[in-house]
């Protein structure tokens, strides 16, 4: 088993940023893929960004292109997400997840965390 565990949440006003952690424990890490989701109020949990294990390829959202960016530590089994110029529309709980699979697809996530809320006022 691996457990994730979010940090880093908060509320913000629009256009600020907030960095989000992940940090791992458990069985290894190594070889995941981890990715970032989100569910906003009343909406779906929808996908926001990934990242392989080496960090070669990285994956994101068409509505956080360019604003969002993700990375990660492997030596601290941590993996980040820095959300910059914030919007109101980015409120919602932030889940990380692993995989081995698929970067994009959330049903292949294999492991996740319990979320940190992101609230962003106007």
């Known amino acids: 088993q691996v457990q994730l565990a979010e940090s880093g949440g908060g509320l913000v006003q629009a256009g600020d940023s907030l960095r989000l952690s992940c940090a791992a424990s458990?069985?290894?890490?190594?070889?995941?893929?981890t990715g970032w989701f989100r569910r906003a109020p009343g909406k779906e949990r929808e996908f926001v960004a990934a990242i392989t294990w080496g960090g070669d390829y990285t994956y994101f959202a068409d509505s956080v292109k360019g604003r969002f960016t993700i990375s990660r530590d492997n030596a601290k089994n941590t993996v980040y997400l820095q959300m910059n110029s914030l919007k109101p529309g980015d409120t919602a709980v932030y889940y990380c997840?692993?995989?081995?699979?698929?970067?994009?697809?959330?049903?292949?996530?294999?492991?996740w965390g319990q979320g940190t809320q992101v609230t962003v006022s106007s």
């Open positions: 458990g069985r290894t890490f190594r070889g995941y893929t």
């Open positions: 997840a692993a995989t081995f699979g698929s970067a994009t697809s959330m049903t292949g996530y294999d492991y």
